[in-house]
């Protein structure tokens, strides 16, 4: 297995923890450990008592109980718990991938999204989201990637990095044609419940597909991404049992008191994604201002979900913005070259709480005559 460096985890890496202002972070603003015992009378008490011995290596069964609630048709049995979205997607392509299998990515995507398949000598096509689309990728392009080897078809949506949603329509077609094929649909679910408009939400892949894979994660829409409590949901049993026997060989079982307060987190998931979901539509409207004032400078394709979006910079070379930007007034952008991407593109982070602070300085970056304080 030969693995290149995670480009964008190294790049968080080298700043994420020193600067003042993350205006690209993919996680909601997050809550202590006090914040989320206080949802509940008993929680602090239950947290004192919580046994810290190795749980069920399938994911302590009160905590899948609880995650069933996110799906139509999942029993616990069919839920999966990880440590993190990232040991589910390492995983799943280890039980499912062989060298020289083909897969399919909609891409740009989180690296480890294609990565891993790559690293195990996959044949790896990108499904592509282009701009002027307005990022939704095309179905006949999906239909003429298949191959009679395709195994895998990975999708994201609500997308990391721009924020597509894909229609209604669209998902259930990429649903069907993998069913119709025999091809394993991997959806990472991990933006999912921060739709704009609830109205557009999808339902997950593994309730409309027995074959498909789901993916959660409760780093993203509720913003606890230091308990590294990810899952799979799905059908599909010989996935599941691959996948937990490989589980044997990484983590065993994942944290207890991460499990215990994820499922807590997860009896309020309504009040805690909402709470992020709030503070993404409050940012958003001074970012429509911002990109409006800024018209002559950037793209701007407003998201429809989810706490990222992908801009286009003109006049200047992204990585050389984002770098002046960082040193000189501590704000953090990404460059989409840290996707592999071509094009002048950043990803924009909007689910923190000081973002209003964060595009202050970006604003008087542009325009050093704007005092710091301003978004206009
Ligand atoms: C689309 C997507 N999938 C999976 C992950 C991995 O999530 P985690 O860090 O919680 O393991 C990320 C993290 O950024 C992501 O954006």
């Known amino acids: 297995m030969q693995l290149t460096p995670f480009k964008l985890e190294r790049y968080f890496a080298r700043y994420e923890f020193n600067v003042k202002y993350l205006l690209c972070s993919s996680d909601c603003e997050s809550l202590s450990v ?40 999942i029993q616990p049995e069919q839920v999966l718990v990880h440590s993190g ?35 195990i000598g996959c044949e790896v096509t990108y499904w592509e989201a282009r ?9 006949d392009e999906l239909k003429h990637s298949l191959r009679p080897n ?29 069913q119709e094929r025999g091809i394993i649909l991997f959806s990472d ?8 408009d609830p109205a557009n939400q999808l339902p997950p892949a593994c309730d409309i597909n027995p074959g498909a894979v789901s993916l959660g994660v409760m780093s993203k829409a509720y913003g606890l991404a230091g308990l590294r ?18 589980k044997d060989y990484t983590t065993i079982c994942s944290s207890a008191p991460s499990e215990y307060l994820a499922e ?15 503070i993404i539509q409050d940012n958003l409207s001074l970012l429509d201002a911002f990109f409006t004032n800024h018209a002559d400078r950037f793209e701007w394709v407003r998201p429809k979900a989810g706490p990222i979006a992908f801009p286009l910079l003109s006049g200047e070379d992204i990585e050389r913005f984002c770098h002046q930007l960082v040193t000189r007034l501590g704000v953090l952008l990404l460059p989409g070259t840290m996707y592999g991407h071509p094009g002048n593109h950043f990803r924009l982070g909007f689910a923190r709480k000081n973002m209003p602070q964060a595009l202050a300085q970006l604003e008087q970056y542009l325009n050093p005559s704007t005092k710091a304080g301003g978004t206009s």
């Open 34 to 73: 006090g914040d989320l015992l206080a949802f509940e009378p008993d929680a602090e008490e239950g947290l004192r008592r919580h046994w810290l011995g190795y749980t069920e290596s399938t994911g302590a069964p009160s905590l899948r109980q609880e995650i069933c609630r996110i799906y139509a048709g």
């Open 85 to 119: 979205a990232e040991e589910a997607i390492f995983l799943f392509m280890h039980a499912v991938l062989q060298p020289g299998d083909h897969v399919i990515v909609h891409w740009p995507c989180y690296q480890s999204l294609f990565e891993i398949a790559r690293s």
């Open 131 to 139: 701009l002027q689309n307005e990022w939704a990728p095309d179905l």
């Open 150 to 178: 395709t195994r895998a078809i990975i999708i994201n949506t609500p997308h990391n990095p721009t924020g597509y949603l894909m229609p209604q329509a669209d998902y259930r077609a990429v649903n069907a044609l993998a």
């Open 189 to 196: 679910e991990v933006y999912r419940e921060l739709e704009y």
């Open 229 to 246: 409590i990810g899952w799979i949901a799905t059908h599909n049993a010989p996935v599941y049992a691959r996948m937990a026997a490989l």
């Open 264 to 278: 807590l987190a997860l009896r309020q998931r309504g009040q805690v994604a909402g709470r992020n979901l709030q």
